[in-house]
């Protein structure tokens, strides 16, 4: 079955809001099986979109709509996609009970237009929200699936997940089901040559590489008639990618991130780790941070911008300073070793590079990291040269420093 996607909202057309919509979107349908060949953006229009709708219903089985439900006289989503399936709009009792309970448990004022959001087309299935006060819709006739989705990510996903993806699941005459392999230590196109054989012959199942910031996430995907099916179909796949990258691969839970994953090895061997960054100016401490419960295993986190502060709190030599640079082999190696002894900590991590626009040189150009990871008395330095703006110089660095930190972890403690 096809699958359309239509983003309603004028601010998205400006670049007011970036449209992470589209992209949550896309991922779920891949996994779902539907081929997704159109995606459109269109302003709060009533003519262009019901123009995008009628062109939409001739091509696509199944048309998405993200936005433009809301209370107010330029949202017309419901109204233009009502008339396109040649329906009318009347009051659902429990959408208007559900407007009136979300909004007087939270102390806000009923306006009339509010209203507005209980009247749902004649014959649909409303998809309650909780989160909010826009149900969304379901309406269908002989050729099409109509889906109208509110547009806050925090109201769309949920929804989506608990009411669309089962109904969608069901429309397929074969259960979809997919799992995830996640990668560190290897670029894209890298792993994309260790399984290109798998690529190319594959047929049911099927992986697909997904780049992400210094990661590469596998997704295996099979159809079959049941769930239990369809993994018993993933498994021999997965075990062939375990096989081919072995210790690259941290995880194939999907919830997991690295820095999960990291936290994990961490709290498995009751390690203690500190973070001494320069050019990355706490984001690693920070991505750590993400984990709950990793104030067990995470002491300290120095932010050492200046030479001054890399002397003063790590105990960096002046004249390893003067001579090398904080751009070097020999500072971070330093870094890492004062942070370990300042925090009493088992592990440190150091990052000092040129993130850039400006301060590069031939010799040491922007983009140009060095990190190490001191981890019971060894210490691991890589040397890293990235492109991209300054927060893409950062968030890879950062990436980088927790593929080193998890590296670090098995090779001495695991192994």
């Given amino acids: 079955m096809t699958v359309e996607l239509i983003c309603v909202g004028t601010e998205l057309l400006l670049g007011n809001i970036v449209n992470t919509n589209a992209a949550y979107m896309a991922e779920k349908c891949a996994m779902l099986g539907l081929s997704m060949y159109y995606q459109s953006v269109v302003g709060d229009n009533p003519e262009r979109l019901k123009e995008l709708l009628e062109m939409a219903k ?26 396109v399936m040649g329906k009318t709009l009347v009051e659902d009792a429990q959408a208007r009970q559900e407007i009136e ?39 269908e006739d002989e050729n099409t699936q109509m889906i109208l989705l509110p547009g806050p990510p925090n109201e769309l996903i949920p929804m989506f997940e608990e009411q669309v993806y089962p109904y969608l699941n069901q429309l397929q005459p074969e259960i979809i089901c997919s799992k995830m392999v996640k990668l560190c230590g290897i670029g894209e196109s890298a792993a994309e040559t260790e399984i290109l054989d798998l690529i190319e012959k594959q047929d049911n199942p099927t992986v697909a590489p997904y ?67 320069s050019c990355t100016g706490g984001l690693l401490a920070g991505r750590l941070i993400n984990v709950p419960g990793i104030s067990e295993n995470l002491k300290e986190g120095y932010i050492t911008y200046s030479n001054e502060a890399k002397e003063k709190l790590l105990g ?92 670090a972890i098995l090779k001495e403690v695991e192994s």
């Fill in 316 to 407: 960096v030599s002046h004249d390893t300073l003067k001579q090398h640079g904080a751009v070097s082999e020999e500072t971070v190696l330093e870094m890492a070793k004062g942070g370990a002894t300042a925090a009493n900590a088992d592990i440190c991590v150091s990052i000092s590079g040129i993130a850039g626009p400006d301060g590069g040189t031939k010799e040491k150009p922007v983009g140009l990291v060095y990190m190490c990871c001191y981890c019971k008395g060894k210490t691991y330095v890589e040397r890293n040269l990235y492109t991209g703006n300054r927060s893409k110089v950062r968030e890879y660095a950062v990436a980088s420093a927790l593929t080193l930190l998890r590296n």
């Fill in 101 to 139: 309970t979300f909004l007087t448990k939270r102390g806000r004022k009923i306006t009339e237009n509010n209203w507005k959001q209980a009247l749902v087309p004649e014959g649909s299935k409303v998809l309650y929200n909780p989160n909010g006060t826009a149900p969304g819709i379901i309406m």
């Fill in 58 to 83: 001739k091509r696509s089985d199944i048309i998405i709509l993200c936005g433009g439900l809301g209370p107010t006289q330029d949202d017309l989503t419901k109204e233009t996609a009502t008339k």
């Fill in 211 to 277: 780049a992400k910031t210094g990661e590469v996430h596998l997704r295996l995907t099979a159809r079959a008639e049941s769930k239990e099916k369809a993994f018993a179909m993933i498994e021999p796949l997965e075990r062939e990618l375990y096989h081919r990258f072995g210790s690259k691969i941290y995880t194939d839970d999907e919830s997991i991130t690295l820095e999960m994953a990291v936290a994990q090895l961490l709290a498995k061997y009751h390690l203690t780790v500190t973070t001494a960054e």
